[in-house]
């Protein structure tokens, strides 16, 4: 949660999430962006697995207020940690992530306080888990 950021201050996100720059690709942006917010070992990012592609949208600003513009265009993947796993959380993150069970993370989406992005991955994964597609601890 970033109260300061300029798009969704204060809201709940996804561990991991970035643009891909022009000079990369969704790999070389997975290891970056999970060292710079999670504290991820490349070692420990390569293990991450893809699940799915979402897009998002959201009403145009300004001169057309009522046609969705892309958003976001996100990639999805899964990366399965030891039990006890903590992600050493980088200084420049204003708050570290705590493990929340499924039924608190899905009241706080019911209430608001995730991103549109944040809550559709989080969802996604949930739907995994339930299907037997994944096993959540």
Do not use: N, Y
Not at 47 to 66: C, F, K, N, V, Y
Not at 71 to 96: D, E, M, N, Q
């Amino acid at each position: 949660m970033q109260p300061t950021r300029p798009s969704d201050p204060g809201l709940l996100d996804s561990l991991v999430a970035g643009g891909i720059g022009c000079d990369e690709t969704p790999l070389s942006t997975l290891f970056r962006e999970a060292a710079e917010e999670a504290g991820f070992s490349q070692a420990l990012a390569r293990h991450a697995l893809p699940t799915g592609i979402m897009d998002s949208h959201q009403p145009e600003r300004g001169r057309w207020p009522h046609c969705p513009a892309p958003r976001a265009h996100a990639r999805l993947s899964t990366c399965r940690c030891r039990k006890a796993f903590s992600p050493p959380i980088p200084t420049a993150k204003p708050k570290a992530p705590a493990c929340t069970s499924l039924e608190a993370v899905l009241a706080q989406i019911r209430q608001g306080q995730w991103t549109r992005e944040g809550a559709w991955a989080s969802i996604s994964l949930m739907h995994r888990h339930q299907k037997g597609m994944l096993q959540l601890r």
